[in-house]
């Protein structure tokens, strides 16, 4: 029944190793959205996608990469993750039609330690 | 000025409580979303609203477009309520603005 999906749920990584965090969705949804949570923060929009077309944030670091293969799966790839990119990474998706976005769906998250 | 401000931030309630969580945003928005985060895991969209007000068993929300203001009511609550809750507003295409989120502690 889950309906986004995110793997793994914990991911520990060492200080510079790259690490990639996965989201899919059985939704069908054409937008799909990456948070970054850290401890007692409200989540912050890293980027999203609205099918193919890739929107990233002004402030979100070059360390940061997005992919999306397809509909479904939506890859976060952290090049040389420091420690303070140690939080929590959610992914979340919605239906769009046009500009208007419907009710966006959250994934349980992935809590990344780095190390 | 935060552009989502919610109230109270911590609030501590006995079990069958009545509550309500308050949030004022500053913006235009196209839409308004309540969503509830329980410790270390991740969030759960409980409402997302335009207009009016909406109901989901005990939870009720509403909203006041003139006014830039939403409240979220508990009914009856309960330990299992015990969550962080946030206010989150659309302001442009698809992006949420959150606010600092309640802490909310339901005690038996």
């Known amino acids: 029944d889950a309906m986004v999906i995110q793997n793994p749920r914990y991911q520990v990584t060492q200080f510079g190793k790259p690490v990639t965090l996965s989201c899919s969705q059985t939704?069908?949804?054409?937008?799909m959205y990456w948070y970054q949570q850290k401890s007692s923060q409200a989540p912050k929009l890293l980027f999203h996608?609205?099918?193919?077309?890739?929107?990233n944030e002004a402030d979100t670091p070059d360390n940061f990469q997005s992919r999306r293969p397809n509909t479904s799966f939506c890859f976060l790839d952290i090049r040389s993750p420091g420690l303070g990119d140690a939080a929590m990474y959610l992914c979340?998706?919605?239906?769009?039609?046009?500009?208007?976005?419907?009710?966006?769906?959250f994934g349980p998250g992935t809590r990344l330690t780095v190390l | 000025k935060n552009e989502v401000e919610q109230s109270p931030q911590n609030l501590t309630a006995q079990e069958g409580e009545f509550i309500t969580i308050n949030c004022s945003y500053s913006?235009?928005?196209?839409?308004l979303h309540w969503l509830q985060q329980h410790p270390g895991g991740g969030i759960v969209s409980l409402f997302m609203l335009s207009s009016g007000k909406k109901k989901h068993g005990r939870l009720i929300a509403t909203i006041n477009i003139q006014e830039k203001h939403s409240s979220l009511h508990i009914t009856a609550s309960h330990p299992r309520d015990s969550a962080v809750y946030i206010c989150?507003?659309?302001?442009?295409?698809?992006?949420?603005?959150f606010g600092q989120g309640t802490i909310l502690t339901v005690h038996p």
């Open positions: 996608y609205y099918d193919k077309d890739f929107n």
């Open positions: 989150a507003v659309i302001a442009s295409y698809g992006k949420l603005t």
């Open positions: 979340a998706t919605s239906r769009a039609q046009g500009a208007r976005t419907d009710t966006q769906y």
């Open positions: 939704l069908n949804h054409n937008v």
């Open positions: 913006v235009g928005i196209s839409a």
